[in-house]
């Protein structure tokens, strides 16, 4: 409970007559990887959000103790301003100088392989050196929680086995919490310690891929959590 990152108890979410989170409990401890798998439009942005705290309008109780970063499906880098400054546009500004900012940024680059891009403007940046800039921008914060929406879903499928060792790499350098939100039940059970599942509005289903003996069972179990039979295709 002391080295939790995340905590959430009986958190529920309703847009108008819709609830989307019912009663959800959550912990995320300090440098663990978690993933969250759930059926599109099951809440798991929103949930996501709560713990961001961009969203507030909730009922239940939503402690974060640290710093918390967020990085999206798109990477919302602003066009108008250089690479290095994207990185450091979540940081506090004020007494901090622009020489200061500038070894900052380049330090996160230099941790995503992107060092030599910290003068370019992001729309010359392929979909791929984005995503890194915006996991550069997520990670010079130090976050304690590191909030991941479907980070490598814009990818192609090279990119993405790229992006996935990156990650790795980061996670065991900076040791944040990390929830990862993602529709690929194979991305979760490969990058995370514990994958649990979102259905219903609350979670359904907690399962530990580095102790399951049986890799294709326990996939198979995490399809059935999400409703997904395979004999369905054959
Ligand atoms: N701002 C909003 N206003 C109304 N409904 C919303 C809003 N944001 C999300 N929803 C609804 O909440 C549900 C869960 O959305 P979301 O968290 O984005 O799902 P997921 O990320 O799992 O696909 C969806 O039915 C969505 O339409
Ligand atoms: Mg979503």
């Given amino acids: 409970m002391a080295d939790a990152v ?3 108890r009986d958190l529920t979410k309703r847009f108008g007559d819709r ?3 019912s009663g959800l409990d959550l912990t995320v401890e300090r440098g663990e990887f ?3 798998l759930g059926r599109s439009g099951s809440g798991k942005s929103t949930l996501l959000r709560v713990l961001a705290g961009l969203d507030n309008q909730v009922e239940g109780s939503v402690d974060v103790p640290g710093t918390v970063s967020v990085a999206f499906q798109q990477p919302r880098l602003l066009p108008w ?3 290095w400054r994207n ?3 979540g940081l506090r500004q004020e007494g901090v100088s622009k020489a200061r900012n500038r070894t900052l940024a380049e330090k996160a680059l230099a941790e995503v392989h992107l060092a030599e891009h910290a003068d370019d403007w992001p729309l010359t940046l392929s979909g791929g050196e984005a995503q890194r800039v915006s996991l550069a921008r997520a990670l010079v914060r130090e976050p304690g929680l590191l909030l991941l929406d479907e980070p490598f879903g814009a990818l192609d499928a090279l ?6 060792g990156l990650v790795q790499d980061l996670w065991r350098r900076h040791r944040p919490g990390v929830l990862l939100v993602t529709h690929d039940v194979d991305e979760a059970l490969l990058l995370a310690g514990r994958v649990l599942v979102l259905d219903g509005g609350r979670i359904v289903a907690e399962h530990r891929p580095r102790e399951a003996a049986d890799h294709d069972d326990l996939r198979r179990r995490v399809l059935a959590d999400l409703g997904v039979t395979e004999d369905a295709h054959a």
């Fill in 6 to 8: 995340a905590e959430i």
């Fill in 19 to 21: 609830t989307v989170l």
């Fill in 34 to 36: 978690v993933a969250l």
């Fill in 81 to 83: 301003r250089k690479v």
């Fill in 87 to 89: 990185v450091v546009l």
């Fill in 159 to 164: 990119t993405r086995i790229a992006m996935h």
